[in-house]
């Protein structure tokens, strides 16, 4: 069994920047993908990042395009998330993900993973 660890949420006025951090506890772990999602209070999850994990391609919806970035670096077997410009609105629980298999989409629903971490709280403030 596969256990993604995040970390690197916090508080964070409006327009600064954080950086998540998403490890596998399995290695080697073999993916096809891993993802961003984010859930805020009452609202559904949300797909905000992903990245092909052999390719490096990357994807993102235009919510976040321009001032997220995902990268991973495959020795440590992480995935980052790095956040700048925040504002309010970015407020949410974060979710890493990964995707074992291969859905010859863009891996931007929740539904193509198959391994969630536990989630990290980023908070922005106003």
């Known amino acids: 069994q596969v256990q993604l660890v995040e970390s690197g949420g916090g508080l964070v006025q409006a327009g600064g920047s954080l950086r998540l951090s998403c490890a596998a506890s399995k290695r080697p772990f073999s993916r096809y993908a891993m993802g961003w999602f984010r859930q805020a209070p009452g609202k559904e999850r949300e797909f905000v990042a992903a990245i092909n994990w052999s390719t490096g391609f990357t994807y993102y919806p235009d919510s976040v395009k321009g001032r997220f970035t995902i990268s991973r670096d495959i020795a440590k077997s992480t995935v980052y998330l790095q956040m700048n410009s925040l504002k309010p609105e970015d407020t949410a629980v974060y979710y890493c993900?990964?995707?074992?298999?291969?859905?010859?989409?863009?891996?931007?629903?929740?539904?193509?993973?198959?391994?969630w971490g536990q989630g990290t709280q980023v908070t922005v403030s106003s």
């Open positions: 993900a990964a995707a074992t298999y291969y859905s010859g989409n863009y891996y931007s629903t929740e539904y193509e993973y198959d391994y």
